[in-house]
């Protein structure tokens, strides 16, 4: 079975701290995601990479980076919290179409 | 942007009866796939159909692809209190294999015992 695991389930930093938010999978996927979901917004694209050091971004990137250095390794940086980030991070991985998502990581930023 | 929109937004059914989601989208497609979500967990794939499809199944799942009308349909038949959970349409944005994924806003569906 994929597994696609990241890092902590719940995660509470203050404002203004550099977060960084680790996704591991361990199925030599090319593509990774990375998608906050909110109440009544549905999962929204933060970042797509397509292979390593490869990028792109999704429909709300502002506020965030990314870095892929090794295949299997996907991280989402927030560069200085703000209380609008709280939310759901789910992070995913996708191999002929079909994507394998970790377990979530809910941020608050306090 | 979110290509997929299902509807209804929440469904409430009795345990035993089926229930039927929708979901639209609005550019071509080379297929469209469902997920579900309990709550507060991660997303789970449940099924993928091509844009030359039209009909599949598996187990107590059926769905449907109309890509004249750009729509899919899930059905679930026979539902349990184990259905209750969150379902979402999504479609890939282009047609090649490194294409970013997109979602709906998901439907809420409560199957009660």
């Known amino acids: 079975d994929v597994k696609v695991t990241q890092s902590s389930r719940y995660l509470v930093k203050r404002t203004g701290e550099k977060v960084f938010l680790e996704c591991v999978q361990d199925?030599?996927?090319?593509?990774m995601f990375w998608y906050r979901q909110d109440p009544g917004l549905g999962l929204r694209l933060i970042y797509f990479?397509?292979?390593?050091?490869?990028?792109e971004k999704g429909d709300i990137p502002e506020g965030y980076s990314v870095s892929r250095e090794k295949k299997e390794r996907f991280s989402l940086i927030l560069e200085s919290a703000s209380t609008n980030q709280t939310s759901m991070y789910l992070c995913a991985s996708s191999w002929d179409f079909k994507a394998f998502f970790g377990q979530g990581t809910r941020l608050t930023v306090v | 942007s979110q290509q997929g929109e299902e509807d209804p937004q929440a469904l409430s059914i009795q345990e035993g009866e089926n229930a039927t989601m929708n979901c639209s989208y609005k550019?071509?497609?080379?297929?469209l796939q469902w997920y579900r979500q309990n709550s507060g967990r991660g997303l789970v794939h449940l099924i993928l159909i091509r844009s030359n499809e039209r009909e599949k199944h598996s187990g107590r799942l059926r769905v449907t692809l109309d890509t004249s009308k750009k729509s899919s349909s899930l059905l679930i038949t026979a539902s349990r209190a184990a259905d209750t959970a969150s379902y979402f349409c999504?479609?890939?944005?282009?047609?090649?294999?490194?294409?970013?994924?997109?979602f709906g806003k998901g439907i809420t569906l409560s199957v009660r015992p």
């Open positions: 990479s397509y292979d390593v050091k490869m990028k």
């Open positions: 550019t071509s497609i080379n297929n």
């Open positions: 999504a479609t890939p944005l282009r047609a090649g294999a490194n294409s970013k994924l997109t």
């Open positions: 199925m030599d996927h090319e593509n």
